[in-house]
């Protein structure tokens, strides 16, 4: 009777865990193995509001989430190690002196808790242990995408569908769609562009965002302008696409083919890489015919999609087998 009384409560409790699991997945939660029935009885109602351990492992001072070596005061008020040598060894609570008193009860704590990565309402739906998630996060496929505005240092993070609106609201972008462009390039004092940014253009094909960047910039000591395009979606999916971009006048041209680089890269990333269709000014301003006073390109180009069985590919997992 007994035995099988345990038996029933350890069933239970491993149902209750269950399903515990479920309902705090996108919460903080216990892992079910380190939750023995003796530490879960003294620790749950400690955690039943899921929330207040968040907040003990967050740091008082910058709010950060707080590693080993977590420290405390001798009235037990809790910094992070950055914040530590930043206090000048005086609590930034209780004004009283530090010490180097660890706190190895929340650290303990810490390393029992499992938590959903930080972009699960961007879709990710892992679940990790409290200190892999910070390096977890930081390789995260769902991790939010840097505005790929060039012009300015702009702060604006979000999914692909937030940054196309931001691009189309905030900086005016222009949005083509279709897969072939041509688009031209005017400035009427090709001297004065070191180093401007120009305008970004955005085309949408294959279901996909691209953005087609154009500037001046310095190459050594000579002056040149850059064409590249970025895909707006990871390296992996930016491998599925080609694109061609070609300028040129009076019987000459220059083309470049390549493969677009994921907008994870920093336009300046890319360029300082050389990675587009890069133009001598002396070049471009003969393309631009004239009297090599305006700045006169004209860059058409075509983006497509690779045939996922056309090369080597194919014949790899046979080769592997
Ligand atoms: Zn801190
Ligand atoms: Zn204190
Ligand atoms: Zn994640
Ligand atoms: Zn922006």
Redesign the pocket.
């Given at each position: 009777m007994e035995i099988d009384g345990i038996d029933c409560v350890s069933t239970s409790d491993g149902i209750y865990e269950e399903e515990i699991h479920h309902q705090h997945r996108h919460r903080l939660q216990f892992s079910a193995s380190s939750a023995k029935p003796t530490t879960n009885n003294a620790v749950s109602p400690a955690i039943s509001p899921a929330t207040s351990v968040h907040e003990l492992l967050e740091c008082s001072v910058c709010t950060n989430s707080m590693y080993p070596p977590i420290h405390q005061c001798l009235n037990g008020h809790t910094l992070c190690s950055t914040c530590k040598l930043r206090v000048n060894n005086r609590c930034p609570t209780c004004r009283h002196e530090l010490g180097d008193i660890r706190c190895l009860a929340l650290e303990k704590v810490a390393e029992s808790l499992e938590l959903p990565c930080k972009y699960c309402s961007l879709g990710c739906m892992e679940i990790f242990p409290y200190y892999s998630k910070l390096k977890h996060e930081v390789q995260c496929n769902f991790r939010p995408y840097n505005?790929p505005?060039a012009g300015s240092e702009?702060p604006?993070v979000g999914d692909i569908p937030f940054l196309i609106d931001?691009?189309r609201n905030?900086?005016k972008v222009d949005m083509h769609t279709g897969s072939t462009f041509n688009h031209r390039y005017v400035k009427s004092n090709p001297r004065e562009v070191e180093n401007a940014t120009w305008m970004l253009t955005v085309f949408f094909c294959f279901g996909h965002y691209f953005c087609l960047h154009f500037e001046a910039f310095q190459l050594g000591m000579a002056p040149v302008y850059i064409a590249f395009l970025r895909f707006m979606g990871d390296e992996v999916e930016a491998g599925n696409f080609s694109y061609s971009l070609e300028v040129g006048a009076n019987g000459r041209k220059l083309t470049w083919e390549g493969t677009p680089r994921s907008i994870r890269d920093s336009h300046r990333k890319v360029r300082d890489s050389h990675d587009g269709l890069i133009i001598q000014r002396n070049m471009a301003l003969f393309f631009s015919g004239g009297d090599r006073k305006e700045l006169k390109l004209r860059v058409t180009g075509r983006i497509w999609k690779e045939q996922p069985n056309s090369d080597a590919g194919v014949y790899i997992p046979n080769l592997c087998i």
């Open positions: 505005c505005y702009c604006v931001h691009l905030d900086h």
